[in-house]
């Protein structure tokens, strides 16, 4: 399932580009040959359909069902056997997005902001490593969930790492009292977009009002930066750090707020905000990569545990393809490219494939333009592997 995701064949078995007796697919498999003769070497539409319908506990009528906490636990592992050493600081970038749904699935609602009915996906990485995949109804805060699943990563992280430094970095739909609390409880220092409000732009002010004289006068977008402590009225527990663009830009005003365990000993304002807050934006596109190019959004099945298990393998599949992206493909021009870059250029190319009694030949054109990226990639990988 995972190879066929990573290929591109869509949802495996039900996928309608995807042949039974693929050879190659087979082979990944280790199912060059079916155990009978009226079957194909690869599963059916039906395995599939049992793995996502199969009860939680054992029963003697399903030989094949999933574990969801080992399957979540696997997704952190694979992270921590990724470095040799453990590193000094790690930032886990927390984000929800959409997952419109067009039938009528199981916990579906309609979200305002997205203006549909979908799903609310929660996904944690730390860089381009994928944490965590957790399937959620839309009719939920953007946090909802996040204290519970970060904990996990948290412990599991700690226990391998246990001196690293942890940094959690999400927009403004995670600043939550809830979370932050939950992090300076814990020694986790967290930095989060903060919605701005009227008292927020007016602590401001004079910052504005700069910024707006620079742009007039030079036609450019001017920016000035604020440090302060501060306090909601009634949501947050206590007085927290809060940093502030003040900005203008050609067509109006555009202040933005964060708000960050950070001490000013540690970082300045706009260091803050421009080199570690908006990378965060770098998230988005490994979002765009699971659901875009590796059909994280075909959650079409009538239930959440199975359109979660859907999920899990497209997520599976993103690991894989990052896999080879980061050992296989480093020092060469795919070495920053995007799941569907790898696919169309390396994976769904023309081949011969010629199967003996002991070995499988794949061979391409020699007038492929990939051929120096092949030999490397399996070259790194050789390696890798000893």
């Known amino acids: 399932m995972t190879s066929c995701l990573a290929a591109g064949t869509g949802l495996g078995p039900r996928s309608p580009t995807r042949r039974p007796s693929d050879p190659v697919l087979a082979a990944l498999a280790g199912k060059l040959r079916a155990k009978r003769k009226d079957c194909a070497p690869l599963a059916g539409k039906s395995s599939l359909n049992r793995l996502e319908h199969a009860p939680r506990g054992p029963s003697r009528y399903h030989k094949i069902g999933h574990d969801g906490a080992a399957i979540e636990r696997l997704f952190v592992n ?154 909601t009225l009634d949501s947050w527990s206590c007085t927290r750090r809060v940093v502030a663009k003040a900005e203008h830009l050609p067509k109006g005003p555009n202040p933005r707020f964060v708000v960050t365990s950070l001490p000013t000993s540690a970082i300045d304002a706009r260091a803050l905000y421009e080199q570690v807050y908006c990378a965060r934006g770098e998230v988005e596109n490994r979002i765009k990569e699971q659901q875009l190019d590796l059909f994280a959004d075909r959650t079409s099945a009538a239930t959440m545990r199975a359109n979660q298990l859907r999920l899990w393998f497209a997520s599976f599949a993103y690991v894989l393809l990052d896999a080879l992206r980061r050992i296989g493909l480093r020092h060469t021009q795919f070495a920053a490219a995007t799941c569907g870059t790898i696919r169309l250029k390396l994976l769904k190319i023309g081949a011969q494939v010629r199967i003996s009694v002991r070995r499988i030949k794949v061979a391409m054109a020699s007038a492929c333009p990939f051929q120096t990226e092949y030999h490397l990639a399996y070259l790194y990988l050789q390696r890798a592997a000893f």
């Open 78 to 231: 694979l992270f921590l056997e990724a470095h040799k050493t453990p590193p000094k600081q790690i930032i886990l970038d927390l984000d929800a997005t959409d997952d419109p749904l067009h039938g009528h699935q199981e916990g579906r609602f309609f979200h305002g902001y997205y203006d549909c009915y979908c799903y609310l996906p929660l996904y944690v990485f730390c860089g381009r490593h994928l944490l965590a995949a957790r399937l959620r109804r839309s009719n939920i805060d953007a946090s909802a969930g996040a204290v519970e699943e970060v904990e996990r990563i948290v412990a599991q992280i700690r226990t391998r790492w246990p001196r690293v430094e942890i940094l959690l970095r999400a927009d403004s739909g995670f600043a939550r009292d809830e979370l932050m609390t939950w992090c300076e409880a814990n020694g986790i220092d967290y930095l989060f977009g903060l919605a701005r409000n009227e008292r927020l732009v007016g602590a401001i002010a004079d910052g504005l009002a700069l910024a707006e004289i620079e742009s007039l006068a030079t036609g450019l977008a001017a920016r000035r930066f604020a440090d302060f402590a501060w306090r």
